[in-house]
């Protein structure tokens, strides 16, 4: 059975760090696509950042240069390093994992939550100006 669990948010100044982690059980993060995700209110869920098993990263316009995704495999931990937030960046934030072996990040979708297979329960993010 596979369980992710998210950590890590909370509230921020405009200009502010958090770090998001997500552990995951049942799954390791050496294959498939992972990434964060968020879906604020009234929104559709949308990708922020997803990794390949070659740690090849994609990231979103909107967080690009901003967010670092990165993966530790010893302790199976998915981390999400956010710097000068911005008021628009508050969301309830996912980590959502695909099934499947070796895969490049060049194959890893932002834009269709749909191909990913397990998710997170959300930890919330809120970024006050």
């Known amino acids: 059975q596979v369980r992710l669990v998210e950590s890590g948010g909370g509230s921020a100044q405009a200009g502010g760090s958090l770090i998001l982690s997500c552990v995951a059980s049942?799954?390791?993060?050496?294959?498939?696509?992972v990434g964060w995700f968020r879906q604020a209110p009234g929104k559709e869920r949308e990708g922020v950042a997803t990794?390949?098993?070659?740690?090849?990263?994609k990231y979103s316009d909107s967080v690009r240069g901003r967010f670092t995704i990165a993966k530790e495999l010893y302790n199976n931990t998915l981390f999400l390093r956010m710097r000068d937030l911005k008021p628009e960046d508050t969301a309830m934030y996912y980590c959502?994992?695909?099934?499947?072996?070796?895969?490049?990040?060049?194959?890893?979708?932002?834009?269709?939550?749909?191909?990913?297979?397990?998710w997170g329960q959300g930890t919330q993010v809120t970024v006050s100006s």
């Open positions: 049942g799954y390791t993060y050496d294959r498939g696509c």
């Open positions: 959502g994992a695909k099934s499947g072996g070796w895969v490049s990040g060049h194959s890893c979708s932002l834009g269709d939550t749909g191909e990913y297979n397990y």
């Open positions: 990794i390949g098993t070659d740690g090849y990263a």
